[in-house]
């Protein structure tokens, strides 16, 4: 039974074997009046794609369409749907649903709604499984559905959908603009957004890297300062200098967070969005006390913070930094392997849908 009773798309069934995609078709959640469907043009690969399909994260309901960076053309909207038309380009990302009525959302933080359903792997009230956007269709409520600025190309803003968010949210929170030096560990697919953004809010921006090979890279994506923390005693010099720490890599496991720590003003926070598969240092409460700082991190971003990054990327003019990989089931695999051996510059982007799924609007 075809569209509009269900999608098709590359699924795992196996975490053992998380490198075997496999062309299948699934079910999609009954179609209600707050819907938008959407034919899929490109889907960003997220390391959380790579972190679920592997167990990194523990078990996940097989089989498993992952993908939650999708841009494609709304070719169905429900009736009540205000925002977006049957032709728009759209947006999705890593939530697809939550319940808009509990305390958490109607603060814009829906993101944080007990309700929220994750855009693959989560269950919908009747049951349904979400899958995710390594697929032909995919099935949104409105509000987690965004139109993409003209000047802004689906590649480009396919992992900003997810990726893009996850750094802009914490650094608008934590107050990233001008007159704040900010430090950014890690340059990878998180760590590259959080530079622009940053550099675009106005902040004074250091990359904090264990190599040096992307120092070049960090500093034509607009950061002043570029450190690298395999040197000894690298934290010296930056003793209370920044005003936040926004953590992107997924190796907290490894860090000495007292050197981490110990470069932040007082009353300074270490932000992380870099979520491993290992647990964190331990810690002593009075490792925080030379300088009174926080460790915290945070869970994507709200609606309006999803609308406030496009639109200064669209401004600003702002490009991520991609590679494109036309989907198969070749080409997933070595999307999601070398996502895991962090051979990627800087976001992967699966793309030439119509080659597999078909003309589908």
Same mark, same amino acid.
């Given at each position: 039974?075809?569209?509009?009773?269900?999608?098709?798309?590359?699924?795992?069934?196996?975490?053992?074997?998380w490198q075997e995609f496999e062309k299948k078709e699934f079910k999609?959640?009954?179609?209600?009046?707050?819907?938008?469907?959407?034919?899929?043009?490109?889907?960003?690969?997220?390391?959380?794609?790579?972190?679920?399909?592997?167990?990194?994260?523990?078990?996940?309901?097989?089989?498993?369409?992952?993908?939650?960076?999708?841009?494609?053309? &709304?070719?169905?909207?429900?009736?009540?749907?205000?925002?977006?038309?049957?032709?728009?380009?759209?947006?999705?990302?890593?939530?697809?649903?939550?319940?808009?009525?509990?305390?958490?959302?109607?603060?814009?933080?829906?993101?944080?709604?007990?309700? &929220?359903?994750?855009?693959?792997?989560?269950?919908?009230?009747?049951?349904?499984?979400?899958?995710?956007?390594?697929?032909?269709?995919?099935?949104?409520?409105?509000?987690?559905?965004?139109?993409?600025?003209?000047?802004?190309?689906?590649?480009?803003?396919?992992?900003?959908?997810?990726?893009?968010?996850?750094?802009?949210?914490?650094?608008?929170?934590?107050? &990233?603009?001008?007159?704040?030096?900010?430090?950014?560990?890690?340059?990878?697919?998180?760590?590259?957004?959080?530079?622009?953004? &940053?550099?675009?809010?106005?902040?004074?921006?250091?990359?904090?890297?264990?190599?040096?090979?992307?120092?070049?890279?960090?500093?034509?994506?607009?950061?002043?300062?570029?450190?690298?923390?395999?040197?000894?005693?690298?934290?010296?010099?930056?003793?209370?200098?920044?005003?936040?720490?926004?953590?992107?890599?997924?190796?907290?496991?490894?860090?000495?967070?007292?050197?981490?720590?110990?470069?932040?003003?007082?009353?300074?926070?270490?932000?992380t969005v870099g979520f491993g598969d290992e647990p964190i240092p331990?810690?002593?409460?009075?490792?925080?006390?030379?300088?009174?700082?926080?460790?915290?991190?945070?869970?994507?971003?709200?609606?309006?913070?999803?609308?406030?990054?496009?639109?200064?990327?669209?401004?600003?003019?702002?490009?991520?930094?991609?590679?494109?990989?036309?989907?198969?089931?070749?080409?997933?695999?070595?999307?999601?392997?070398?996502?895991?051996?962090?051979?990627?510059?800087?976001?992967?982007?699966?793309?030439? %849908?119509?080659?597999? %799924?078909?003309k589908r609007s």
């Open positions: 039974m075809p569209y509009p009773e269900t999608a098709e798309g590359f699924m795992i069934k196996d975490q053992k074997k999609l959640k009954p179609f209600e009046d707050r819907d938008v469907d959407i034919a899929i043009e490109v889907c960003g690969v997220c390391a959380s794609d790579l972190h679920t399909i592997n167990g990194g994260w523990g078990e996940a309901p097989m089989p498993l369409c992952v993908g939650h960076e999708v841009v494609g053309k &709304a070719i169905k909207v429900g009736k009540e749907v205000k925002t977006i038309k049957v032709g728009d380009r759209v947006g999705v990302g890593a939530q697809i649903q939550a319940d808009l009525t509990c305390n958490n959302c109607k603060a814009d933080q829906e993101n944080y709604c007990p309700n &929220a359903v994750d855009t693959y792997g989560a269950e919908y009230k009747d049951g349904t499984l979400s899958q995710g956007g390594y697929a032909s269709h995919i099935r949104a409520h409105e509000y987690f559905t965004f139109k993409i600025p003209e000047n802004i190309s689906s590649a480009i803003a396919a992992p900003m959908m997810c990726a893009g968010l996850t750094v802009y949210s914490p650094l608008v929170r934590l107050g &990233a603009g001008p007159g704040k030096k900010i430090a950014i560990v890690g340059l990878g697919g998180l760590g590259h957004y959080a530079v622009l953004w &940053a550099v675009a809010l106005g902040a004074e921006v250091t990359v904090l890297s264990h190599t040096p090979a992307k120092k070049d890279d960090a500093l034509k994506m607009g950061a002043k300062h570029f450190v690298v923390t395999n040197e000894e005693k690298w934290f010296e010099p930056l003793a209370f200098n920044f005003d936040f720490i926004l953590n992107t890599a997924d190796a907290m496991h490894k860090f000495n967070m007292k050197n981490y720590l110990s470069t932040l003003k007082v009353m300074g926070r270490f932000h331990t810690l002593m409460a009075q490792d925080f006390a030379p300088n009174g700082c926080y460790l915290g991190a945070s869970h994507i971003g709200n609606r309006p913070e999803m609308l406030a990054m496009l639109e200064l990327a669209s401004k600003q003019e702002i490009k991520s930094w991609i590679e494109e990989i036309p989907i198969s089931e070749k080409g997933c695999a070595e999307a999601v392997r070398r996502v895991s051996e962090n051979d990627v510059k800087y976001r992967f982007v699966l793309t030439n %849908f119509d080659a597999q %799924f078909g």
